[in-house]
């Protein structure tokens, strides 16, 4: 097994606006950076409703995982941040209708705000598939 972390890159994902990869893998094991609402082609859905920014959101993170070898059923934890406690529900609904029968261990933290205006951002670690 190599010792080398691989950058993962994806044009079915936003391209990361700053000094980090949108995924780093380490061996098997999967890190993908917090996925806001940004659409592939770099446009924002910060002015849509929660549910246009979250499944947007969700689909670049499964479109990162897909690049990197992985998909939902080997993601091990995923952390999410949300505006507003009163989103909880939709998010939940939401994630599980789009992550299937995978139920990986996650955190979902309420916040005061986010970048761009976003109501949600989501990370996950996975490994790669098998």
Known sequence: MS??????????????AGHYSQATAWRDLV??????????DGSHTADQPFEAQVRQALASLLA????????PQHILR???Y???VGNWPDFN???????G???????VVPVPELHHGYLAEIEAIAVRGR
Do not use: H, W
């Open 3 to 16: 010792d080398t972390i691989d950058r993962i890159a994806t044009k079915a994902a936003s391209t990361p």
């Open 93 to 99: 609904r939401i994630y599980a209708e789009m992550l």
């Open 82 to 84: 949300i505006v507003g």
């Open 101 to 107: 029968d995978a139920k990986p261990a996650r955190t």
């Open 31 to 40: 890190f993908v950076s917090g996925q806001l609402g940004a659409r592939a």
């Open 78 to 80: 995923v952390t999410a």
């Open 64 to 71: 990162i995982l897909a690049e990197a070898g992985s998909g």
